[in-house]
């Protein structure tokens, strides 16, 4: 039997109990069933989310949250500054020039994070931007920034920082209220344990002030609509919400609470830890200089077809990991270590490693791998 573990950093794997939430019957949603649903699935989202202001759901994969947080933020004609690391960081560059923005790119080499001392070099270049716009993991490139140190440089200007924390929320530590960041966005593919559909958005006390005052350019994904539907006693969303993916949201993100985000960051570094050590017993190079701990991208040997990797990994083996994007396509192989995922998934898929680079006529230690990373995980 054909068995497949996904090992992509998006859809990741979803739990049987909220699963079984996505086939139990259909419901009405303007009902008080869903608002409390609706009210339960805010308040958890707040904690994972590590802020006291509503979180805001919207229906859509997490592109449709980036979306608001530029459209409502930045007005035509008005400044921003877009990190640009990888895949990601282009989307909010590419955002900010579909809503007519002017955007300003602050380039880092790929693989490599944007240091706060950049963040703020560039706020200083560009005074009258009004908004900052970065990734937390950047998944194309499997690197971390230091959202936390950017955004002190940040909160000293009159700019917003918004996060793209899609591939890192509820993997990795994220502190909203206590960073400062202003915008927050996730998406529910993730570390949430989800299928795709859902994406999530909190804006800071300073952010909504910009929000208020912005005309900005949005219908679906205007904050201040969600803003209204959600208000107590209504707990509810502008639009036909996605209400069978809330109700499974609800059990996953009550899933994260019970776990407590604590242990969940301790265990997700210590199965990318395992990765990391499992690619260097077996001589390969983790290409990122800061890596995530919500995904791993590993070096595709010289020698090896990097797509062929992937796909044998996949067909042969059942281990189903992603292979690079742009400009890293068929250089890097990724793995993600998020939501629901244990120790001897990570050993299918370093064994699931070992196999397809020795199909492929590489010289392989068998078990080289497996053992670097049971040692870890044993730890
Ligand atoms: C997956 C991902 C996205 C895109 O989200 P969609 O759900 O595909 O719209 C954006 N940013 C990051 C960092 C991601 O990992």
Known sequence: MFKQRLF?????PVPEEVLMELARPIFHHRTPEYRKMLEQLTRDMQYVMGTSQDVY??????????EAAVACAVAPGEKMIAVRGGKFGERWSELGAAFGAKVVNLDVEWGTPATPRQVADALRANSDAVAVYITQCETSTATINDVEGIAREVAATPALLAVDGISSIGAVPFKMDAWGVDIAVTGSQKALMLPPGLAFIACSAKAWKRIEATRGHAYYVDLKAYRKALAPPEWDNPYTPNNVMVRAACKAVAMIRAEGLERIWAETHKRAEAIRAAAAALGLAVYSKAPSDSVTAVKVPDGVDGEALAKTMSKDFGVKP???QGKLKGKVIRFTTMGYTDAWDILAAVGALEMALA?????????????AAMKVLAG
């Open 359 to 371: 199909r492929l006529g590489r010289k392989v230690d068998f078990g080289a791998g497996v053992a």
């Open 8 to 12: 992509t950093p998006g859809p990741t």
């Open 322 to 324: 992603a292979g690079g």
């Open 57 to 66: 759901t919207i229906t859509g994969s997490g592109t449709a949250a980036m």
